[in-house]
């Protein structure tokens, strides 16, 4: 059987509802973790039994994961479109990645970075200049403009500046003005990391076309397994910045003085310690499948399910569909909403009890963004927000599931009485 590149490997979850009775779940939750694609799984059953560390043993499946490894490695590259001279370091996720470029910018540098960020780009820097939410991408483009001609004026001609900006956002999955904001940043002398979490799973990113220096993404939203992320970009600041991690693997040469240490160049030198082989592997096999795979056909649907969803929502008396720029801004499959007069949690519970169906609800770790789309969004409404986010497995049913479900509990409530079981304040 030759496998379709972009098929998720099927679980086939059945969910028992309070009301009796089972029915197929119906996953609304791709922004937080997507479900590994056939060919994760594949290449993780294919490497399990033959598996050894990398860069450090001379036998047979030492050499064989080292080779994949590296393999893995120039498929991420070419998903990403990098320039040859790029970096692609392996991390933990997006989080880890944004850590470790805060860790490697020049001590003097100053970041940029929009209030609306989630948080793995918003709080890991050492000097931060906090924009405010934009109303509209033009307008984030003319405040990064204005921020960097003000840096220039300031009394002290500032270090080297970073602009940190999401390639689509987590809460509204509106994509952001990538390529202008680099031609922005670049026009200053500024340099620009795109958070691209979001973005990879859902569009093509060209990291050369689009002139971004640097940029991040988590496997497992995009149909990798858990701990296998990546940064990618410039080497310079990578090269001269300290070890992410001291430790082995990291050093070209220990001598017998205590501070006598020689740090290894290229992305060796911020991934000590044995790495995450089969994270990455995987995470390489998805991204030959979705370079290699129809993902045009793959992003038409999803667009046309994503319309659907919104338009559903959107329709139902009582329900704010949180957005913050223009209906026509191009977005992925993401919509966060919420009910007026009825707690998110509880919906959320509701919706996975009587219906099925697996949605986020809280702040999804973007606080100042969803605060104010729900306070922009008018009265009544609960303090926290309800996520629903689609990928390669969802189908028109499913949209339509989730639409009436809510409509349904928007009009009379849920059926059934929640509480949320451990107590714990809205994530
Ligand atoms: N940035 C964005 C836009 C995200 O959506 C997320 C995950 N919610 C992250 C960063 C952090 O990703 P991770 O938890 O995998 O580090």
Known sequence: RQPEPLALADANLQVPLVTGGTVGYANFDYAASAPAARVAVEAITDLLPRYASVHRGAGLPSQLCTTRYERAREQVARFLGCRDDDAVIFTRNTTDATNLLAHALPAEATVLVFDSEHHATLLPWRRAVRLPIPDSPA???????????????????????????TGASNVTGEIWPIAELAAAAHRYGARIFVDAAQLAPHRPVDVAAAD??????SGHKLYAPFGAGVLAGRTDWLDAAPPYLAGGGATALVGDATNDVRWSTGPARHEAGSPNVLGAVALGAVCEALRTGDRDAAIDRERRLTERLHAGLSGIDGVAVLTLFDAGTP??????FA??????DVLAAALSAEYGIGVRDGMFCAHPLTR???RHAG???????????????????????LVAAVRRLAGDG??????????????
Do not use: F, K, M, N
């Open 414 to 427: 849920p059926q059934w009485t929640y509480e949320r079981l451990d107590g714990r304040p809205a994530p």
């Open 139 to 165: 307008d984030a483009v003319r405040a990064v403009h204005a921020a960097l001609r003000e840096l220039r004026r300031g009394e002290d001609a500032p270090g080297p500046v970073l602009l940190a900006v």
């Open 379 to 401: 009265g009544e409404l609960p303090g926290t927000a309800v996520r629903a986010s689609i990928g390669l497995g969802t189908t028109t049913e499913h949209v339509d599931r």
């Open 372 to 374: 104010r789309l729900l």
């Open 339 to 344: 009910v007026r007069g009825l707690d998110s």
């Open 212 to 217: 971004a220096d640097y940029l991040a993404l």
């Open 331 to 336: 977005r992925v499959g993401i919509a966060a």
